[in-house]
């Protein structure tokens, strides 16, 4: 059947996970994503205002749709040793959006190899797709107080894409819930980002704050727990990510970035081509340089001894 040698080829290509869904408008979905607008959580990431119908239908953004195969990439690293300058585990290597790309194109010709009808486009993270919303319905995993998918056995840390496709594959059954009683995500976020739950406020979230927002963030050194780029605090405390294991993608090998000592840091807040060298072609160019740098300046002027 074709949907089982598409899953048998992906895993070829070392993804984790692979689920089907009907492609189809989400109902349901884009009354919580309009809700979520309305609040105005999404602080000034405007894009997401944009494409409401695209975003929410996918046969209006590729013509001829008809399912959507979800993906899963582990991207959880080595355990390292603790640094004052935390980044989040998925901007440790290369540019996901890249190093994904290149393997959905790739398993794309594989597909189209042994199913010469097969035509599909793919996506990682850059079009208005509602890639957790699909996962969960493809049967990768559930949507967890968080907001991010977490899938038994496996966890959290790892990337979504999808290949929206012509084909009628049959289609997985949604994941359920099991976060069950726990709250130990919206317990231990530190600034009350995750209002209730699977609702963030991005406004107060570390990783908007040291992310998409273009000004400086406005959040202390103490309320951000010393993260300069991202915060996995949410999935740190998730008990799922307890089966986490270490991804064997040669290209999410960490940069040295991620281990720097406060004096490396020091150093390259005087010559920020240092920052630059290190983040070049990894999703950290996302904030840039010069939001990196005011992170970390803010962490080093914390830590420098008082005066008198
Ligand atoms: S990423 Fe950090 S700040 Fe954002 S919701 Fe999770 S714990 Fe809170
Ligand atoms: S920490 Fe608990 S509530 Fe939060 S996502 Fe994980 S299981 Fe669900």
Not at 14 to 29: Q, S
Not at 282 to 306: H, W
């Amino acid at each position: 059947m074709n949907s089982d040698r598409i899953k048998q080829m992906s895993y070829k290509h070392g993804f984790l996970a692979c689920g089907i869904a009907k492609a189809e408008n989400l109902d349901f979905e884009s009354h919580q994503l309009k809700n979520w607008l309305d609040m105005g959580y999404h602080g000034e990431m405007a894009y997401l205002e944009k494409h409401f119908e695209k975003r929410t239908n996918p046969t209006k953004l590729v013509e001829g749709a008809k399912s959507i195969l979800c993906l899963a990439f582990n991207y959880f690293p080595e355990p390292r040793n603790k640094t004052d300058f935390k980044i989040a585990r998925y901007a440790y290597g290369d540019d996901y959006h890249t190093v994904i790309k290149e393997k959905l194109f790739a398993l794309m010709a594989d597909i189209q190899n042994v199913i010469p009808n097969f035509a599909g486009r793919a996506f990682v993270d850059s079009a208005p797709v509602m890639e957790r919303q699909w996962a969960e319905r493809a049967g990768l995993g559930w949507i967890g107080k968080n907001s991010l998918i977490i899938r038994k056995g496996v966890g959290s840390y790892f990337f979504l894409a999808e290949i929206i496709s012509n084909l009628e594959l049959q289609a997985d059954t949604p994941e359920t819930d099991h976060c069950g009683t726990c709250t130990a995500c919206i317990d231990a976020c530190p600034t009350q980002a995750i209002v209730q739950s699977q609702v963030i406020d991005s406004r107060l979230c570390i990783s908007y704050q040291t992310i998409e927002k273009k000004e400086p963030s406005t959040l202390s050194v103490e309320d951000s727990q010393r993260w300069i780029y991202g915060c996995d605090i949410c999935q740190e405390v998730c008990p799922w990510n307890r089966f986490a294991e270490a991804n064997k993608e040669p290209k999410f090998a960490p940069r040295d970035i991620v281990d720097w000592s406060s004096e490396e840091w020091r150093i390259a807040s005087k010559d920020l081509s240092l920052i630059q060298k290190q983040i070049k072609r990894s999703a950290m160019e996302r904030a840039g340089v010069k939001k990196i740098a005011s992170q970390s300046n803010a962490q080093l002027d914390s830590t420098l001894p008082q005066q008198g």
